[in-house]
């Protein structure tokens, strides 16, 4: 007879509960380090790729006879690339691993970037830039949902911050390094060095990253991947956060593609070498990335990006002036901002996404990655029009976007709490 037909307790005899142990790592734990390092090291190689060109556009522009608009297309075809690309990317990283995926995405990068420097024009140029910028697309989106799905939620952001960090470095490096190789042998000799550096970050990422404990293979039906992607464009948060990553990447790919430009004019007349220092800038936002989980505790997800619009704001108007020191405090705050707010967006898409993680951050770096093609060519047309007043002002249309949709979501979460007190 059982003992529920008896009255029986179940437990009499029954062995004792094995507790659920966590899986996903967390600072200290083995391997979380060398993962750490390894998406470090692909945040450096995607980002000295994606945008190799941007420091040297003067100097494309004086070779091939083209003017500011023209020549940006060598950073808005990389970045067109990778938005277009990223969400089918990452349906196969739901499939296949995302390691694999990150793997032979950087195996095709790097050799695409091997082939850049011999373009013999700037039409071959833009095409090869478009197929690096798709073949990049495997690694943010994969990157962020292999951090959700092996990091323990408490450590979530930090770990994604780490990853943007390595995207400012890469950069940051990427830029002045080239700055300073092309004032000596011309920028084809630039772009091929940062070729060679990511083969080497690609390599080390290879070695370094532990195999995934928690991944589950998903369908490559694209019925499913349909469903998935339309139950998170109807998700009210997601697509704001997507909207704040599109308008931040707007303000930061005006200003570093037009910067050159302007700090090559009067009353500035910087060479190459110094202008590719400028970009040491970007060690700003590998602080302010990798320490925005302690604004988000002090201040709020919200709180921390009206703090990082502001930011922004203060150094585009900052960068008005006409003097040096000015100029370069303008940059250091808009890069700052721009980091801050990034990783803020970011950690908050994977929190949100429950399911289809990887579809939720390929949305998410869809979204950012148009806001740099639309940066780099809107501020680039409005720099031609009205100098650096023009595209300070694209940048601060932007930067009000993101504080408009904001406050549009502090409201809508104060009237649902407001429902739900009601309800109660």
Known sequence: MSPASTGASTTV???PAVPVVDSRMAPGDPGYRRMSFALFLAGVATFALLYSTQALLPLIS???GVAASEASWTVAAATGGLALFVLPMSALSERFGRRTVMTASLAVAVTV???VPFAPNLTFLVALR???????AGLPASATAYLAEEVRPKALITAIGLFVAGNSVGGMSGRVITGWVAQEWGWRVAVGVIGAIAVACAVAFRLLLPA???FKPGSLRPRVLARTVRDHLSNPLLCRLYAIGALFMTVFGGVYTVIGYRLTEAPFGLPQGIIGSIFLVYLVGTVSASTAGRLVGRLGRRGALYAAGATTAVGLLLS???SLPLVLLGLVLITGGFFAGH?????AVSKTATQGRAQASALYQSAYYVGSSAGSTVGAI???AGGWAGTVGVGLLAVLGVVTITVFGTRAARLQRERLATAA
Do not use: D, I, T, Y
């Not at 990783?343 to 950690?347: E, G, Q, R, T």
């Open 13 to 15: 005899g029954a062995a």
């Open 62 to 64: 004086g070779e091939f």
């Open 113 to 115: 970037g091997l082939l």
């Open 130 to 136: 478009a197929v690096q910028g798709a073949a990049l």
């Open 212 to 214: 995934p404990r928690n």
């Open 320 to 322: 008005l002036a006409g």
């Open 343 to 347: 990783a803020v967006a970011s950690s």
């Open 382 to 384: 409005a720099f031609h």
